[in-house]
């Protein structure tokens, strides 16, 4: 069996390093001669994908890295479906001077909306729910009497469509629910730390601040009640139905539910960071500890559905080329349900799951948290991609837009890609 499987390692290698990108000579200096059924991330490593004549793209990453103050950024992209590219650069854990690679995990932050989306319509797809679907009161899904105080029957109109693409009725012009647990735990006299039913009855015994449907503005909240959603519908917790239905189908068996604290990061998690001058906050939990924002500031986990997820940017590629209507690999979802999340809306309300589309046939996904930045973007050429870093900076969410800079001016200069799919390397 050992024989064999140096064989065939050696076969492979072969095959990897006759592929031409851009006519380059590939340097493969680590032995990959691991048990064929481990995970595919924790194979793939930076100088896997070491080549002389590919610098352009090291050389614009580390630039724009440098620049933003980034302390490590992780990449992946995709070429008509296959995975042709995936590096880290910078450090995962700066203090003891290890690299980034690209089976790191990141927080996703607001890309963890698209998850949940993605899961939403797994259970709209099975006849569990639809996008019409009443949230609140007797007839809605979250019915249970705890529940049924609603102050405001406008409560009543929510639907399942409104929380996926944030018209619910909520703003946040007195601040972000989701990133105020004293104040949901004041509301409704639950205590520290919070969950995501204190949430729920916050919310029934509060008004929205517009008609739902009316309107789109960027909710966290709505998201927050998707993941109690998808819990109740299902039978199961939220994540452990994204687990079965969204993420085993699609080949992802790393990504998972962060954690709020240093000491519950996984062991190739990235450590995470922010400017120097950030100043320390209460944590969520209610011990009058004083913390960073990156750790113990917000609940990673009460998050989940809207900001908790832990991913590589391999497996968020995995993600999205089942999610994207192209033919070359089975997607995990109809056509239909696809069209439905990607739908340009003519009177602007968003899309579901997804930050943004438009008539071109791009579609992007944003995220931001304090010591994480993400964009995930599928363009209609064939191209997808994604960038996490594990640094925020004075920039905030409008990092993204830098993150999206760079990309178009690395694909500008790449004009051919390699032929082999670094998905399938290793049967996966």
Do not use: C
């Not at 493969?28 to 059924?37: A, D, F, M, Q, R």
């Not at 409704?188 to 929205?208: A, R």
């Not at 994204?242 to 604290?261: H, N, Q």
């Not at 450590?271 to 944590?283: C, K, V």
Request: charged share 25%; hydrophobic share 40%; no cysteine.
């Amino acid at each position: 069996m050992h024989n064999f499987r140096n064989r065939l390692s050696l076969l492979l290698l072969t095959i990897f390093l006759l592929s031409p990108f851009r006519q380059a000579s590939y340097s493969i200096k680590n032995s990959l001669l691991s048990p064929l059924n481990e995970s595919f991330n924790k194979l793939v490593f930076n100088k896997l994908i070491e080549e002389q004549n590919a610098t352009v793209i090291d050389d614009y990453m580390e630039k724009f890295r440098i620049q933003n103050g980034l302390k490590g950024v992780s990449i992946a992209v995709v070429k008509d479906e296959k995975l042709v590219f995936a590096k880290g650069y910078g450090f995962s854990n700066e203090e003891d001077q290890i690299r980034v690679t690209p089976n790191n995990l990141f927080r996703l932050a607001s890309v963890s909306k698209l998850i949940t989306a993605v899961a939403t319509m797994k259970l709209v797809e099975n006849s569990k729910i639809s996008l019409e679907s009443k949230v609140f009161g007797k007839e809605g899904i979250l019915n249970d009497e705890p529940f049924l105080n609603i102050k405001d029957r406008r409560l009543e109109k929510i639907t399942v469509r409104n929380l996926l693409n944030h018209s619910g009725g909520w703003t946040q012009h007195w601040g972000d629910l989701a990133f105020l647990p004293k104040t949901v735990s004041k509301g409704v006299g639950d205590p520290l730390p919070v969950t995501i039913d204190s949430y729920i009855k916050f919310v029934t015994t509060h008004k929205v601040h517009f008609e739902p449907g009316s309107n789109s503005v960027y909710s966290n909240l709505g998201y927050l009640i998707l993941g109690k959603v998808i819990s109740k519908v299902s039978g199961t917790d939220y994540e452990s139905f994204v687990k079965k239905e969204v993420l085993e189908p699609a080949g992802i068996t790393d990504m998972r539910l962060g954690g709020s604290f240093l000491s519950e990061a996984l062991p190739n998690e990235v450590r995470y960071y922010q400017p120097e001058d950030g100043q320390p906050i209460e944590s969520f939990d209610g011990s009058g500890r004083m913390v960073s924002k990156i750790y113990g500031g917000n609940d990673i986990h009460l998050l989940g559905s809207a900001g908790g997820w832990l991913a590589s940017p391999i497996d968020l590629m995995k993600l999205v080329v089942v999610i994207d209507n192209e033919p070359k690999v089975k997607d995990i979802l109809s056509a239909e349900s696809v069209n439905e999340m990607t739908h340009v809306d003519p009177f602007g309300l968003d899309p579901l799951g997804w930050r943004g589309t438009n008539e071109k046939g791009e579609w992007w996904r944003t995220g931001t948290l304090p010591g994480s930045s993400a964009l995930v973007k599928r363009q209609p050429d064939g191209i997808s991609w994604v960038i996490l870093s594990n640094t925020s900076n004075y920039k905030g969410p409008h990092l993204a837009k830098e993150m999206d800079r760079v990309m178009s001016r690395i694909l500008l200069k790449v004009d051919k890609w390699p032929d082999y799919n670094l998905f399938s390397f290793l049967g996966n």
